[in-house]
């Protein structure tokens, strides 16, 4: 019998119900949708943010409707994001063969799960799994504009920008393979401070440059090493959105940033 990783988060971060989940996914895709720019260009790689949808999915679907143009290419998503329950060392994948959304379940390449295991800094642990929300957030907004995909999920610990970078490198694949890092910038700073922190946080992004501490992204440490593999492979991040809690559905006093951004080059 395969093993499926539950929703945890459901009715928390987003809705429980498949009905209200597809409603306000197709909803922030369209609003997306309307303004965003060079839609037809299939990106490599984005960052997304993974607070609930409240508050950052309209800045999430500025990126999936960017990649929604993979939607018949994209076959497997190999997906990043920091640790905020389980203190790990390195990057920890599950041992199951699917996770699970209101939306249905979403596949793990156990293939390449098994490939990303002969690195020293992957290990196996389902407990890094069970609770995290930076990873499960991104799959109805996968789920809805994908076709036939698998993930490859990782949890990131305490790691280096280049021990991710290795991981992107060995599953770099081709059209086929899309990257998605996610992570939230600055927490719990007055409304204009953070968007003073959040601008330099994304310029050091648009810059390519591996340095964000993680007082600037929770998701530094993935962001950074998709930065060097970026510059590898000479592809180019472009900001679509950068808001922050205060904007979308909280208050001014302490806020959350949120911000999106497609890496796109001369191939896929």
């Not at 987003?14 to 299939?42: C, F, G, H, M």
């Not at 601008?199 to 950074?224: F, K, M, W, Y």
């Not at 904007?247 to 302490?254: E, F, I, K």
Request: charged letters at 20%; proline letters at 6%.
């Amino acid at each position: 019998m395969s093993a499926v990783r539950p929703a945890a988060v459901a009715g928390l971060f987003y809705p429980d119900a498949a009905k209200a989940l597809t409603a306000i996914v197709r909803a922030s895709l369209a609003e997306a949708t309307r303004w965003a720019a060079n839609r037809a260009s299939q990106p490599k790689a984005i960052i997304v943010p993974h607070a609930g949808y409240v508050y950052s999915g309209s800045i999430a679907a500025t990126a999936y409707t960017r990649l929604a143009a993979g939607h018949d290419v994209i076959r497997r998503v190999v997906l990043f994001g920091p640790t905020h329950r389980v203190p790990i060392r390195g990057l920890a994948v599950p041992s199951v063969d699917a996770f699970a959304t209101p939306l249905g379940t979403v596949p793990v390449d156990r293939d390449l799960i098994t490939a990303a295991l002969a690195l020293p800094q992957v290990h196996e642990s389902d407990d890094a799994h069970a609770l995290e929300h930076s990873l499960e957030v991104q799959l109805p907004f996968l789920q809805a504009t994908l076709g036939d995909f698998a993930i490859v999920p990782f949890a990131v610990g305490d790691a280096t920008a280049r021990e991710v970078a290795d991981v992107i490198e060995l599953l770099w694949g081709g059209a086929e393979t899309a990257i998605v890092v996610s992570s939230d910038l600055s927490h719990y700073h007055r409304y204009a401070e953070a968007r003073e922190i959040d601008r330099a946080s994304a310029d050091t992004i648009l810059a390519r440059s591996a340095t964000l501490d993680h007082e600037q992204a929770c998701g530094a440490t993935p962001i950074n090493g998709l930065l060097l593999a970026a510059r590898k492979h000479g592809f180019v991040p472009e900001l679509l959105d950068l808001r922050n809690s205060g904007d979308t559905a909280g208050d001014r006093s302490r806020v959350v940033g949120y911000a999106s951004f497609a890496f796109t080059g001369a191939s896929p």
